[in-house]
């Protein structure tokens, strides 16, 4: 008896000293949907989603007892970027009533970078001190068919050009979809200035990245300065599909401008008879050259407004890397109305600096610089001489008919030896 007074003190005492254990929350989950698609919770049967959209995810839920400060999360786990991009959603805290039925939606972003397959959609209750309640909904995340997306705009010269001058844009894409593109049309235009300009691109392989060539815009040498969105619309699977994206850039008045130039020269209007009114539209201020190769165009149209006739100089200065001149001729006279384009040739040195070089092109009439552009020249390594060309391909030719002398020389002597031996082998010898 009293051994088992004993036993039965201890076990109370062990379980006064023993931690108390946290229950799990009270709550049945009724139903859950997907896109209005209904899922059930660790089935083999996974749900295809389409990455690269948000889906909506529809819980219906009933507690058995009263919950405080209950949250519902659905997450996604797995993903390679998911501490950048976490596919999840959080509800905030809310008190669930017992034997009610809830409907709570969550909106999960499914990135277009998550890899194509199985995983599972995790729904998590919780409160301040309950156990977790974790139930998974397989899911197949796929891959669209077909899906391009504008990776990046870039202009040059920046995101800011001034009126009369040339936008440099460049647009990188990247496919996201199984197939590959072929034929993709790029279009970039600014819709507020009337400017517009067209690229294509060949092809660009499933999960690969591409970029035009350099699209030229040319701002009207009247637009006002502010900022207007320079818009690109991609279209491709054989013009049915296209995508759109948008960037902001700065236009600044200038001089190229017949009004502005004449009313920032004197307060007032120019006076056409004895002043010119010129307008001044240069094409692409950046181009690329190898040392010592056949060097480069940068086209400078002139166009004389004026009412009487007028005589223009095209300088070029800062060339101190290559060679330069002015076709057809530098010094020109153009009649009220008349345009004339001037096309400023560079070439690179052999021993050229590589990288950027800047070098300016000024346009002077009667004395005075209307405009002094900036150009930029990248200079890039040159291919190897032709003459080191020709005797590396000689040499190689020169080996390759030693080889096969030596191949007909051994095989002449090999034949030769055998028909001595057989030679020989028949010749009797009589005693």
Same mark, same amino acid.
């Given at each position: 008896?009293?051994?088992?007074?004993?036993?039965?003190?201890?076990?109370?005492?062990?379980?006064?000293?023993?931690? !108390?254990?946290?229950?799990?929350?009270?709550?049945?989950?009724?139903? #859950?949907?997907?896109?209005?698609?209904?899922?059930?919770?660790?089935?083999?049967?996974?749900?295809?989603?389409?990455?690269?959209?948000?889906?909506?995810?529809? &819980? $219906?839920?009933?507690?058995?007892?009263?919950?405080?400060? %209950?949250? %519902?999360?659905?997450?996604?786990?797995?993903?390679?970027?998911? *501490?950048?991009?976490?596919?999840?959603?959080?509800?905030?805290?809310?008190?669930?009533?017992?034997?009610?039925?809830? !409907?709570?939606?969550?909106?999960?972003? /499914?990135? *277009?970078?998550?890899?194509?397959?199985?995983?599972?959609?995790?729904?998590?209750?919780?409160?301040?001190?309950?156990?977790?309640?974790?139930?998974?909904?397989?899911?197949?995340?796929?891959?669209?068919?077909?899906?391009?997306?504008?990776?990046?705009?870039?202009?040059?010269?920046?995101?800011?050009?001034?009126?009369?001058?040339?936008?440099? !844009?460049?647009?990188?894409?990247?496919?996201?979809?199984?197939?590959?593109?072929?034929?993709?049309?790029?279009?970039?235009?600014?819709?507020?200035?009337?400017?517009?300009?067209? *690229?294509?691109?060949?092809?660009?392989?499933?999960?690969?990245?591409?970029?035009?060539?350099?699209?030229?815009?040319? /701002?009207?040498?009247?637009?006002?300065?502010?900022?207007?969105?320079?818009?690109?619309?991609?279209?491709?699977?054989?013009?049915?599909?296209? +995508?759109?994206?948008?960037?902001? #850039?700065?236009?600044?008045?200038?001089?190229?401008?017949?009004?502005? $130039?004449?009313?920032? $020269?004197?307060?007032?209007?120019?006076?056409?008879?004895?002043?010119?009114?010129?307008?001044?539209?240069?094409?692409?201020?950046?181009?690329?050259?190898?040392?010592?190769?056949?060097?480069?165009?940068?086209? /400078?149209? %002139?166009?004389?407004?004026?009412?009487?006739?007028?005589?223009?100089?095209?300088? #070029?200065?800062?060339?101190?890397?290559?060679? +330069?001149?002015?076709?057809?001729?530098?010094?020109? +006279? @153009?009649?009220?109305?008349?345009?004339?384009? @001037?096309?400023?040739?560079?070439?690179?040195?052999?021993?050229?600096?590589?990288?950027?070089?800047?070098?300016?092109?000024?346009?002077?009439?009667?004395?005075?610089?209307?405009?002094?552009?900036? %150009?930029?020249?990248?200079?890039?390594?040159?291919?190897?001489?032709?003459?080191?060309?020709?005797?590396?391909?000689?040499?190689?030719?020169?080996? /390759?008919?030693?080889?096969?002398?030596?191949? #007909? +020389?051994?095989?002449?002597?090999?034949?030769? *030896?055998?028909?001595?031996?057989?030679? &020989?082998?028949?010749?009797?010898?009589?005693?």
């Amino acid at each position: 008896m009293k051994r088992h007074l004993i036993a039965t003190l201890l076990l109370f005492a062990a379980l006064l000293c023993a931690p !108390v254990l946290a229950q799990s929350l009270p709550i049945t989950i009724n139903n #859950v949907q997907v896109d209005d698609v209904e899922v059930i919770a660790n089935q083999a049967n996974s749900l295809d989603i389409e990455r690269g959209q948000t889906v909506e995810v529809e &819980v $219906r839920f009933s507690p058995t007892a009263d919950i405080d400060d %209950l949250q %519902l999360q659905g997450s996604i786990y797995g993903f390679e970027y998911n *501490d950048f991009l976490p596919m999840t959603d959080t509800l905030a805290p809310f008190d669930a009533d017992a034997n009610v039925t809830y !409907v709570k939606k969550l909106h999960i972003k /499914i990135s *277009d970078e998550v890899e194509e397959d199985r995983y599972n959609l995790r729904l998590i209750f919780a409160d301040r001190n309950s156990d977790l309640l974790i139930s998974n909904y397989p899911l197949k995340l796929d891959v669209p068919r077909d899906s391009l997306q504008v990776e990046d705009i870039v202009t040059f010269p920046s995101q800011t050009v001034q009126a009369g001058r040339a936008l440099l !844009v460049t647009v990188r894409l990247e496919n996201k979809g199984e197939k590959d593109q072929d034929d993709v049309r790029v279009e970039t235009g600014i819709s507020q200035l009337g400017v517009s300009n067209v *690229d294509f691109i060949d092809e660009i392989e499933s999960e690969e990245e591409e970029e035009t060539e350099e699209i030229l815009l040319q /701002i009207p040498a009247c637009a006002e300065s502010g900022k207007y969105e320079l818009q690109v619309k991609v279209y491709y699977d054989e013009g049915y599909e296209t +995508v759109t994206e948008s960037v902001p #850039v700065n236009v600044v008045g200038g001089e190229s401008c017949p009004t502005n $130039r004449g009313n920032q $020269r004197s307060g007032q209007p120019s006076d056409k008879e004895n002043e010119p009114q010129t307008m001044i539209i240069v094409g692409s201020q950046l181009e690329t050259l190898k040392q010592g190769g056949e060097g480069v165009i940068y086209p /400078i149209t %002139l166009t004389n407004n004026g009412r009487s006739s007028a005589t223009y100089t095209l300088m #070029v200065q800062g060339v101190t890397f290559g060679e +330069v001149r002015v076709s057809p001729t530098s010094t020109i +006279v @153009l009649e009220s109305g008349a345009s004339q384009t @001037l096309y400023v040739f560079i070439k690179a040195n052999k021993d050229a600096s590589l990288g950027p070089n800047v070098f300016t092109a000024s346009v002077v009439s009667a004395g005075t610089t209307l405009n002094q552009v900036s %150009l930029t020249a990248n200079v890039v390594e040159g291919d190897a001489s032709s003459l080191q060309t020709v005797l590396e391909v000689g040499l190689i030719v020169l080996v /390759i008919v030693l080889i096969l002398v030596a191949l #007909v +020389v051994a095989f002449r002597k090999g034949k030769g *030896d055998e028909e001595d031996q057989d030679d &020989v082998a028949t010749t009797e010898t009589y005693y």
